[in-house]
Nanobody, 123 residues
Framework: QVQLVESGGGLVQTGGSLRLSCLASGRTFSSYTMGWFRQAPGKEREFVAGINGSGSRTVYSDSVKSRFTISRDNAKNTVSLQMDSLRPEDAAVYYC????????????????WGQGTPVTVSS
């Protein structure tokens, strides 16, 4: 199992940047594909970005491509989401997730979830 704790959420103005981080417990972090998801009020949770175990493959949703960057540091058991050019529609609770499939990035099938960190974007 792996436990996930997100940090870095907060309030930012439109066009601003935030960096979210997720710290994972356990000694086999590199064996997990990691993902970021978000859920806005009244909406379903949606996939934002994912990265495979080695960090060699990344996948983004169309809505954040070219604005967000996912990365990981396996030595520090962390995965990050750099969010630039934020828009009001990016406001949501952001969740870190992990799945036991290290080679590929998928948008579904994540078994472990953090508690979430809220992001508010003021217009």
């Amino acid at each position: 199992q792996v436990q996930l704790v997100e940090s870095g959420g907060g309030l930012v103005q439109t066009g601003g940047s935030l960096r979210l981080s997720c710290l994972a417990s356990g000694r086999t972090f590199s064996s997990y594909t990691m993902g970021w998801f978000r859920q806005a009020p009244g909406k379903e949770r949606e996939f934002v970005a994912g990265i495979n175990g080695s960090g060699s493959r990344t996948v983004y949703s169309d809505s954040v491509k070219s604005r967000f960057t996912i990365s990981r540091d396996n030595a520090k058991n962390t995965v990050s989401l750099q969010m630039d050019s934020l828009r009001p529609e990016d406001a949501a609770v952001y969740y870190c997730a992990a799945r036991e499939l290290s080679a590929f990035v998928t948008r579904t099938g994540y078994q472990y979830w953090g508690q979430g960190t809220p992001v508010t974007v003021s217009s």
